[in-house]
């Protein structure tokens, strides 16, 4: 990480950090007063999603069907399919918490920050210590992509939306699967509600 003034807040973003085993120890060995922040969404939703990237760029790689179970007949999920396994958020959050205490750590829902960006930024600026500088007025919802965007500053350049691999049309996939899967993340959604003291609302 570079060198930080005083008042100075540099920020780092690396998705994979939250489910890689080693990175709570080394960030600690870094800066143990380091907040971290993680943008989370329904498993489910990120498991569909996560594919839909991955079929984008190999288009011959099996069903989502196929790939969720290890055996369709028993419904036994497959946990050891990445696109399952990031999903189960208490399991990783129980790594972070071996080395940064909650209060440390602010979970952003995916959801709400689509629906309603400007709230759920303040709570970011207030994790962080600062002025709640970001508000409504800096955003326009873009009807094309379903994304909130980010208008720049007066008379800068157009505004930011988010990249052309964002807002993909996911493929249809078996309303039983979706049912068992929602099934299997339950009981893994309602500890890491419990974790973080927040209800995401994914099980309703």
């Known amino acids: 990480m570079p060198k930080t ?19 709570p120890a080394r960030i600690y060995a870094m800066s143990r007063d380091t907040k971290l922040i ?3 969404r ?18 011959d790689i ?16 497959d946990t050891s399919w990445s696109a399952v396994q990031i ?8 790594n972070w918490l071996q080395f940064f205490p909650m209060r440390q750590i602010l979970f952003v829902s995916g959801e709400r920050l689509i629906s309603d960006p400007a709230g759920e930024l303040g709570r970011v600026q207030d ?10 007025k800096h955003f326009y919802f873009n009807q ?12 800068s350049s157009k505004p930011h939306c988010l990249g052309k691999t ?3 049309t996911h493929p249809n996939i078996d309303p039983e699967v979706v049912q068992r899967l929602r099934d299997f993340y339950r009981p893994f959604n309602m500890k890491f509600y419990q974790m973080t003291g927040r209800i995401f609302g994914w099980d309703e």
């Not at 003034?5 to 990175?23: C, D, N, R």
């Not at 994790?127 to 409504?136: C, E, M, S």
Request: charged share 25%; hydrophobic share 35%; glycine share 8%.
């Open 5 to 23: 003034l005083e008042g100075q807040i540099t920020m780092e973003k690396t998705p994979s950090y939250f489910v890689t085993k080693e990175a």
């Open 38 to 40: 993680v943008v989370v």
């Open 42 to 59: 329904d498993p489910v939703t990120r498991a569909i999603s996560d594919y839909t990237q991955t079929l984008s760029k190999k288009p």
């Open 62 to 77: 099996p069903t989502f069907e196929s790939l969720t179970f290890k055996n369709r007949t028993t419904g036994l999920i």
């Open 87 to 94: 999903g189960i958020y208490a399991k990783h959050l129980d």
């Open 127 to 136: 994790f962080l210590g600062l002025k709640r500088i970001i508000t409504d």
């Open 144 to 155: 094309t992509k379903g994304f909130p965007c980010l208008k720049k500053a007066e008379g």
């Open 166 to 168: 964002k807002g993909r």
